[in-house]
């Protein structure tokens, strides 16, 4: 016979597990189906299952439940995913008050605790970068273009007729953030070598500190996040770096005043301008740097190289962009005016993102209230959710042979004036969301498509390329998001045919 207090013990678990019980089978997450186990407990396993096989559940799921929605666990939530462009559009068009990008950014990269505060609530660069940055991307682009090839000649020593092998993902990670920064914050920040470390590092000391935070429960992630140190470390060798150019821009701008000829056209301008007129603090400003490179470095580099390895392993897509890179170059010189004209590089760049991309879901929203699909999934409030990218973009009922990488398809399809705009590199639709779709779709992707566009066309001008086995390397997937290998080399010889046209 038990003793009262194990018996009390015993009913007390009794209780919990009836409680329990009633909670999953009220609860409508849990009729939405599911590919791993999902049992308390066993759902971490599932986590595990889906962090190492997540490209062949979601093409799984995908197929199953295309038209519908199913569910993926990670260490700390469930997930919801819609399947198929109509349910993309769906989401994507339910107002902020049902679905919300912003608070789903939050809780799935724990901003608060892995970048700061301030900067969450007073989100300044978001309309700099929609506006100011974006408005003037053809005064940014010379000096872009001076940037790239006196990085690309540092970071790409060849020399004479030698080939030589460069790590790919790491160069263009270092190239992108070079260019990017030029038009962010000038030369002389753009090339110091500390600046460039806390701008490459910081997405993985973001990532650390979500990997911790992925562990710990939701009522302790308030007593942990304060003390992650990865994120902290590096704001505050980013204050030290940077906060006195802010403070010099702030005196030269006030005291110059909105007439100064010589204005620098760049994003810290933008942001100095926008702090004051919302009247936040020099260390706003210093934040909003720091996440703009958060958000622009590691998508841009990732998209490059992908698009790279696409160009050295299959050499004969090289000639005709390179007809089209150099004729509109003689024509309108290095300019915004003449990547507009390269609609097959545009091309290139749309189908390398449509068959890799970064991630392989998108448009990624947290409900705040129930919601109801329109094929009757019930999103409760608190779930995250999003629309699986990477199948959508290799289903035949969207594009024709969605397996062969066809670098000239959305060229050819623009042909037509009516499509012009449709399906160029920018361009969002329900079955092209690589860039997100809708209100939140990423606003930096035109700067980002004008400097993409700006790098090939040097490489393409200037260097051969090929890859070590002559074969595109393998992505890796790293959970949802796809990562192209890290690991591979490319190799690069200088052209040199009299007449390339050098940036
Ligand atoms: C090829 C490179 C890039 C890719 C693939 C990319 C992709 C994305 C995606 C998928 C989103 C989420 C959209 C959604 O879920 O609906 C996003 C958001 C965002 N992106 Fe990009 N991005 C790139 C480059 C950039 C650059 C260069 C910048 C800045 C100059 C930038 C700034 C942002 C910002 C600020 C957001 C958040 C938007 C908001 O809060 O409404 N991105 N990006």
Known sequence: MLDPTSQAFYALGLVLAVLYYFHRRTNPLYSIPSLVPSAPLISYVGAVIYAKNARKLLQEGYEKYKGSAFRIPMLDRWVVVVCGATMAEELRKMPDDQMSFIE????????????TEDVIHHPIHIPVIRGPLTRNIAALIPDMFDEIAVAANELVPARGDEWVTISAYSTMTQLVARTSNRAFIGTTMCRNKEYLDIVIGFTTDVAKGRLVLGFVPPFLKRFVGPLLPWSRNAMRR?????????????????????????????LLTWLVEEAKAVGGSTDLIVQALLTSNFVATHTSSSSLTHALYHIAANPEFVEPLRQEIESAIKSDGWTKAALGKMMKLDSFMRESQRMNGISGISVIRKALQNVKLSDGTIVPAGTICGAVSFAMHHDEDNYADPEVFNPFRFSDMRAEESERVKYQYVNTSPEYISF?????????????ANELKAVLAHFILNYEMKTEDGRRPEDRWLGTAIVPNPDANIMFKRRQTAGVIAA
């Open 238 to 266: 980013f204050r030290a770096l940077v906060t006195p150019v802010v403070v010099q821009r702030q005196r030269e701008l006030e005291r110059r005043g909105k007439d100064w000829a010589e204005k620098p056209q760049d």
């Open 104 to 115: 789903a950014a939050e809780e799935l990269v724990q901003t608060k605790y892995t970048i």
């Open 436 to 448: 997100g779709h809708g209100k939140h779709a990423c606003p930096g992707r035109f700067f980002a």
